[in-house]
């Protein structure tokens, strides 16, 4: 592997010469973001599959064998819809915002660690760089909803950001006790430290909150309040068509996929096998099997559970999920203390 | 050279976007030039190997107090026209402030000298992160302010909820523990009624 | 009125929502149920109402008489007929009959009125035509229909007979 990294590196600074560093890191950017985009799209087959089959349907199953090719005939249709802008939007912002869903989910991507080495950056900051970027998609949500110049639209986009907003701080505390028990920020470190034990056993409420506040900060069902068919017609996307539409649907699959990654890494011990003898299998397919677990409870609570009412919600997010995962950094504290694992 | 090259595209971006944020006219537009030269800054901070305020910056700046502005400025409706109507009459009298104040800048920009041990900035010590070295820091040498800072944030959260917290008497309220308490026997009550004697 | 031990332990460990997603998770593993239409259909029931069909006597002659009782009755106004003037009272019969298949409610009324079981709602429904024009159906339209779906017609009617 390494002879054929340096025959690349070689051949590539022949022809780039000084820029060879920049082009590199293109590939390596394109290298990960080509099967990311190829998951998000099969994401969106899974779930209506999945839902199909929980609801005792079939799901779609007429483009390609078993629907295969149903993600691509649903691109098409999107690339080839025409743009709609209403007359009396904000056409920049209007037009920059879907993009600005998009990217932080995809910008995160870089500090996550499919295997043992295997991370774009494996900055030292990796947990708080990812936080720190997702939290950017809200912006994305606000200028769309406003930039749309309809009621509808803002009223969504207001509901989705005080959301995010809110169960960022539930997901923030309930990550700092997986910090404080690696010792590090990177994700390298908080899954190797993860060895003995994975880190769901000693924290598993706090990844309960972890994982339910994930869902409302996705803004998948029973937390979809922003988009809300039946009171907010389809909430900050109203106005939204074809491709410009398709980003914002891109931006909450790779969310989605995101934390799951996050999760994995956090809770589940990353690439680490269940049992040691079970190591024969890569790292990175037992990564891929856990985070597939998780994105399959993600369409499954989608199936199972009605939406939320919004005060409920708040409710939820500031007096439930914030005191339980304060308590637990107070607990995980304390252990730590008594057992000298500080 | 590339660095510095990246260096200089960010300085102009923050420069720039800081810029509109007093020259747009629509305050929107404004808030979001704000976010932009938040996030320029970050990365300038990433520059300097600073990723953990970067990071900070990023999350706190832009993740929650830009937000809670937009979230402002998007619901008030005001017209800049209307404010902006007078300016002219105002100029001499900002002219004269920013004066007095580009006077101060250029005086002690010319007559300051750093100390010598700030001159040049401190290497980060081997196998100590930058993140690593604000901790020990803030929670050794600084902690007293550190605390108090935090305390005094505390008091400011508490306050806020106090001043807007108001409860009425005649509002009814839903108590979400009482309603998953209540049981069959409380709820339902059978009553046997005749035919043609109920109600 | 306040939560027991146990009720608060299950509402903790989410008990309520982890049996919903038990139910969820139960029923994907089920069969589905979806009948894919163009290749399968579901069986239709003898009363089915679809399209409309004039029938004819095994002799090849028309069954209707133009008596017009399935115009009065209709409720749509979907029908008009135009009696025959040159047909003697014996086999008396139509020159036009329209049906509007846009004004159509398919209640069947004109079927139950027909004294002579002429007119008949058949088991086709897939009438989907290109212009509304089309929508519109004559006599001959109707009697090609009846020959199109005899079979099935006279199976329908001799299946309901009983009932009648």
């Known amino acids: 592997m390494a002879e054929i990294l340096q025959v690349i590196h070689s051949f590539g600074e022949g022809l780039f010469g000084a820029i060879w560093p920049l082009v590199w890191a293109l590939i390596k950017i394109n290298v990960l973001m080509g099967p990311v985009m190829i998951c998000v799209s099969y994401l969106t087959l899974a779930e209506r599959k999945v839902i199909g089959a929980m609801q005792v349907r079939i799901g779609p199953n007429r483009v390609g064998f078993w629907g295969l090719l149903q993600p691509f005939a649903d691109a098409a249709k999107l690339f080839f819809k025409e743009t709609h802008i209403p007359a009396a939007a904000d056409t920049v912002v209007f037009l920059i915002a879907p993009t600005l869903v998009l990217v932080p989910a995809l910008l995160a991507w870089s500090a996550i660690p499919f295997a043992e080495g295997v991370v774009l950056a494996d900055v030292n900051i990796g947990i708080l760089y990812v936080l720190a970027i997702s939290s950017l998609g809200v912006y994305g949500v606000l200028m769309s909803g406003w930039a749309s110049n309809n009621r509808y639209s803002f009223l969504g986009a207001l509901r989705s950001a005080s959301q995010m907003v809110s169960y960022e701080v539930a997901m923030g505390f309930s990550i700092i006790p997986v910090v404080m028990l690696a010792g590090s920020l990177n994700l390298t470190d908080i899954v190797l430290d993860q060895k003995d034990m994975w880190n769901i056993i000693p924290l598993f409420p706090l990844a309960i909150v972890y994982f339910i506040s994930v869902v409302a900060e996705t803004n998948r069902t029973p937390f979809d309040l922003p988009e809300a068919e039946a009171e907010l017609v389809a909430g900050f996307f109203t106005e939204y068509s074809a491709m410009s539409f398709g980003l914002f649907f891109l931006g909450e699959y790779a969310n989605m996929i995101l934390v799951s990654a996050l999760a994995t890494i956090l809770f589940l011990g990353g690439w680490l096998p269940p049992v040691e003898w079970l190591s024969i299998i890569p790292g990175f397919v037992w990564f891929a099997i856990k985070v597939g677990f998780l994105l399959f409870v993600f369409l499954w609570i989608r199936a199972t559970f009605p939406r939320y009412r919004y005060d409920q919600l708040m409710r939820l997010g500031w007096k439930v999920f914030l005191p339980i995962a304060l308590i637990w950094i107070f607990v995980t504290g304390a252990a730590m203390h008594l057992f000298g694992l500080a | 050279m590339l660095v510095e090259l990246i260096f200089y595209l960010f300085a102009a971006i923050t420069v720039g976007a800081a810029s509109m944020v007093v020259i747009s006219k629509n305050q929107v537009h404004s808030v979001l030039f704000l976010v932009l030269t938040f996030f320029s800054t970050a990365c300038l901070f990433v520059l300097i190997q600073a990723e953990f305020l970067a990071a900070i910056l990023v999350m706190v700046y832009m993740g929650a107090v830009a937000v809670l502005f937009l979230f402002v400025v998007m619901m008030i409706d005001l017209d800049f026209a209307e404010l902006r109507k007078n300016t002219y009459e105002h100029l001499p009298l900002g002219i004269a402030v920013g004066g007095v104040m580009l006077v101060e800048m250029v005086a002690i920009g010319v007559t300051y000298h750093a100390p010598e041990h700030l001159a040049v900035a401190t290497p980060t010590p081997e196998g100590v992160h930058n993140t690593l070295a604000l901790g020990r820091v803030l929670y050794s040498k600084y902690l007293l302010p550190f605390e108090m800072a935090s305390l005094i944030l505390l008091v400011a959260l508490i306050g806020a909820v ?14 979400i523990g009482k309603q998953l308490a209540r049981t069959r026997d409380e709820a339902v009550e059978v009553k046997k009624v005749k035919s043609w004697e109920g109600a | 009125m306040s939560l027991s031990i146990k009720d608060l332990i299950g509402s903790l460990a989410l008990s309520e929502l982890v049996a919903g997603l038990g139910v969820t998770l139960k029923y994907m593993f089920k069969p589905s149920i979806t009948i894919q239409y163009p290749e399968q259909k579901i069986t239709l029931s003898p009363r089915f109402r679809g399209e409309h069909v004039l029938r004819r006597h095994d002799d090849g002659t028309e069954r209707c008489v133009a008596c017009k ?3 009065a009755v209709c409720p749509a106004q979907a029908i008009f007929i135009e009696i025959d003037t040159e047909s003697q009272v014996e086999n008396r019969k ?63 009617l001799a299946a309901d007979a009983k009932y009648r």
């Open chain 3, 94 to 156: 139509t020159s036009e009959y329209d049906i509007d298949n846009s004004r159509c409610i398919f209640c069947g009324y004109c079927q139950e009125a027909c004294p002579v079981d002429a007119i008949v709602l058949g088991p086709n429904c897939e009438m989907t035509t290109e212009t509304r024009q089309d929508l519109l159906s004559n006599k001959e339209k109707l009697l090609a229909n009846g020959e199109r779906w005899k079979e099935q017609v006279d199976a329908n």
């Open chain 3, 69 to 71: 009782l399935c115009e």
């Open chain 2, 162 to 175: 106090v001043l807007t917290l108001r409860s009425r008497k005649d509002r009814k309220r839903q108590d």
